[in-house]
């Protein structure tokens, strides 16, 4: 069976979305986000922006496309899963990856009770998640090719014939080309320039 190799997520973040409960303000927002790094700038950002707030919570989901997802839920305060996994739910939900998604609580001085929180929580996720451009994308594998200058003319062709993605290339004497293949083609790809005498491929990741 084929490996599934494309993705849906979002490529710009979302505007901002209000659910109010209450007096209780949830201002939801959603990020692309490719590692944990990018998680921890994002949320920073945004307790700068909402330093008033009470409670920052969230949760994100990233793909290294190895069969391998991380994910994280965080109740930031609020009672256990009322917050994180609602909003994680709605991740799942939309089936979207390489994501974000922070909801900002304001407190209104009326108490929500759990029932209340996870459906604020999982309504101002969705909210941003409808208020968000979800895009479909295709999982690539990089290669990086290695060969002497000679050997030019014959990779070039295996290129052009197969219409790869030149991501970086230096020719010089010694030559190495970097190029990105749709998933479900990589095999058929590398096994085109394995058979190729004095050529070089190897796998770069994702």
Not at 185 to 203: C, G, L, M, R, W
Request: hydrophobic share 35%; proline share 2%; charged share 25%.
């Amino acid at each position: 069976m084929d490996k599934k190799d494309t993705y849906k997520t979002i490529t710009k973040p979302s505007t901002e979305v209000l659910f109010k409960d209450k007096n209780s303000k949830f201002f939801g927002y959603a990020f692309p986000v490719k590692n944990e790094e990018e998680v921890k700038e994002c949320l920073e950002d945004l307790k700068k922006q909402d330093h008033a707030a009470r409670h920052w919570c969230y949760a994100y989901q990233i793909s290294t496309f190895e069969n391998q997802i991380q994910f994280r839920a965080n109740d930031d305060g609020e009672p256990n899963n009322s917050a994180g996994m609602p909003i994680y739910g709605q991740i799942q939900s939309f089936e979207v990856t390489n994501i974000l998604i922070v909801v900002v609580r304001y407190f209104g001085g009326v108490k929500l009770g759990v029932s209340g929180l996870i459906h604020a929580y999982k309504t101002a996720a969705q909210m941003a998640l409808e208020a968000s451009k979800i895009v479909t994308k295709t999982i690539n594998k990089h290669f990086e090719i290695h060969f002497d200058y000679k050997n030019m003319n014959k990779v070039m062709r295996v290129i052009k014939e197969q219409n790869l993605k030149v991501i970086n290339q230096t020719l010089e004497l010694d030559c190495k080309i970097e190029i990105s293949v749709r998933l479900k083609n990589a095999q058929k790809v590398q096994d085109s320039f394995q058979s190729i005498f004095e050529v070089t491929i190897k796998e770069l990741g994702y």
